[in-house]
């Protein structure tokens, strides 16, 4: 079965520390990988995704196929980053059936 | 103003009662979902729906009805079947096979 797993609930950091939100998939052939973010108050939104290879508001994303993970990165964390992050891989050959990871907490204390 | 709009925000019924959320969408996208975010649970996929008059089941499909009997329409019935109803819903579209998915503000329904 398809599953895409985000370990942590939780991640309470200090402003200025790094951050690392961990997500695993295990889905058979080649998914497109995708982060979305839920602020406080605000909808849910893409933050990156992949196949750009770009850094949003400082985060980066390393889809590692041999560990089937893609992990989020931000080095120096920012108060504003404090937010609900979800994993979404997206695997073609599913059609449109997309599904999320659980979901992790992100504190950032001052 | 384009987008992926939702209502109510709030809604509250009565146990045993069918309530229906509304979802709408102006972005000509093909696909539209409905999940349901609870505390700790992350997002849980209900129903999905590829193009007209089609839709499948998500993970959590029991207890919930759909229709889409327009491309910018995905109306979610919450039936009295539903033995947990209180939660957040979220509605989201996307344009095809690809893409981001774009996401309503959400519904949040009190079941008592």
């Known amino acids: 079965a398809q599953r895409v797993t985000q370990p942590e609930k939780l991640l309470s950091v200090f402003k200025g520390a790094p951050v690392e939100l961990k997500c695993n998939y295990s889905y058979s052939g080649s998914p497109e990988l995708f982060w979305y973010v839920q602020y406080s108050r605000q909808r849910l939104q893409l933050l990156l995704r992949?196949?750009s290879r770009e850094s949003i508001k400082g985060f980066t994303a390393d889809l590692n196929k041999g560990e089937t993970s893609f992990h989020l990165k931000k080095p120096f964390a920012q108060e504003e980053d404090s937010a609900m992050y979800y994993c979404a891989p997206v695997l073609q050959a599913a059609g449109n059936k997309l599904t999320f990871g659980g979901g992790t907490r992100v504190l950032v204390k001052p | 103003d384009g987008g992926i709009t939702q209502s109510p925000k709030y809604l509250f019924r009565k146990e045993g009662q069918n309530v229906t959320l509304s979802c709408e969408q102006n972005l000509n996208h093909d696909a539209m979902y409905w999940y349901r975010q609870d505390p700790g649970q992350g997002l849980r996929l209900i129903y999905y729906s590829q193009i007209v008059n089609d839709f499948q089941k998500g993970d959590i499909a029991e207890g919930y009805s759909v229709s889409r009997e327009k491309k910018e329409s995905f109306p979610l019935t919450v039936t009295s079947a539903q033995k947990n109803p209180t939660a957040f819903y979220l509605c989201?579209?996307?344009?095809?096979?690809?893409?981001?998915?774009?996401f309503g503000p959400g519904t949040r329904l009190t079941v008592t």
């Open positions: 992949h196949i």
């Open positions: 989201a579209s996307r344009l095809g096979q690809s893409g981001e998915q774009y």
